[in-house]
């Protein structure tokens, strides 16, 4: 079937010389719409060029972040021969380097001892972190400079307060002991506790603190019941940070700490020597060991430390 073109005279303000097609299409034929070339991209989506940039950037930082991983990997399967040759990959696959480290040392208190003051340190720098970062990001306590002060308690050496550290934790009668290693590093990562909180507690429109006055909550009940549950994923992503950087501490667990019942890991590592020799496959053994704990950790509470961390990076 085909269309049907008639000429229809136009009104009457047009000219009358001239005239106006108007096609009518019968029903059951329908003009093809117009496709687009190949040429033009959809929008919204990037080029091939810009994706295989982005998938190489990606591969070469999950291979650099993997690259110690792998080599501590490889140095726990390589016999002293094969360390001292200095070979990429062992000749043969030591696996004595494991089983020396574990019988030989007490790998699994060292660890214990580490987790242990690492779950101090976080109870006592959150405990008194949030209601800091409350007074002063909500309260306007200490005014404008308050955080500064407290962020300046940390920027010192810690071999500045070794001494006065010694003798103080030795006065109190918690030398040599997880709980008084964990209180340690707990008042020494606060003011990093609380500067990390504080773009949380800032987050929070302060229209919330108000609706809870005029239902009759006080500073305490408001705290606790209203703005710290929408701070919880910062909360969480705070204490993770603070947890590493304890687990990971050398000077103050070697100060403040002698048997191998308090010792953490880091510092039972350092003390894996022979008569002659460094055990560096059994060292490294201990340190993969010494990594399962903290990557449990990031890979069960995942969703909150990006949550925090997303949470924290916009105000």
Do not use: H
Not at 80 to 93: A, E, G, K, V, Y
Request: hydrophobic fraction near 55%; aromatic fraction near 8%.
């Amino acid at each position: 079937m085909s269309a049907v073109t008639t000429i229809l005279p136009l009104d009457s303000a047009a000219p009358a010389d001239t005239g106006a097609t108007r096609t009518l299409v019968l029903p059951g034929r329908r003009r093809r719409p117009k496709t687009r070339s190949a040429s033009v991209s959809r929008p919204g989506r990037a080029p091939r060029a810009v994706l295989t940039a982005k998938w190489a950037v990606l591969a070469v930082a999950i291979a650099l972040a993997l690259l110690p991983v792998l080599y501590m990997v490889g140095m726990s399967f390589k016999s002293p021969d094969d360390i001292l040759s200095t070979r990429i990959l062992p000749s043969r696959l030591a696996w004595e380097n494991w089983t020396s480290a574990f019988q030989n040392w007490p790998i699994l208190t060292y660890l214990g001892n580490s987790v242990g003051t690492g779950v101090i340190a976080v109870a006592v720098a959150l405990v008194i972190a949030i209601p800091a970062n409350y007074a002063i990001a909500r309260l306007r306590a200490g005014g404008d400079r308050a955080l500064g002060f407290i962020v300046s308690a940390y920027i010192a050496p810690p071999v500045v307060a070794v001494i006065p550290l010694f003798v103080l934790v030795r006065t109190v009668g918690l030398m040599d002991s997880v709980i008084g290693l964990g209180i340690v590093e707990g008042l020494l990562l606060t003011p990093v506790a609380v500067w990390l909180l504080d773009g949380f507690f800032r987050a929070v429109p302060f229209e919330i603190d108000e609706a809870a006055q005029i239902d009759g909550c006080g500073p305490v009940r408001t705290l606790w019941a209203v703005v710290l549950p929408l701070v919880a994923p910062g909360v969480v992503a705070v204490a993770i940070i603070v947890f590493i950087l304890v687990y990971n501490d050398f000077l103050i667990p070697l100060l403040l700490t002698q048997s191998p019942g308090s010792q953490t890991l880091p510092v039972g590592i350092s003390l894996m020597q022979g008569g002659r020799e460094v055990m560096f496959g059994q060292m490294a053994a201990a340190s993969l060991a010494g990594l399962i704990p903290v990557y449990l950790l990031a890979l069960f509470l995942q969703r909150w430390l990006i949550g925090g961390l997303t949470q924290g990076s916009v105000k």
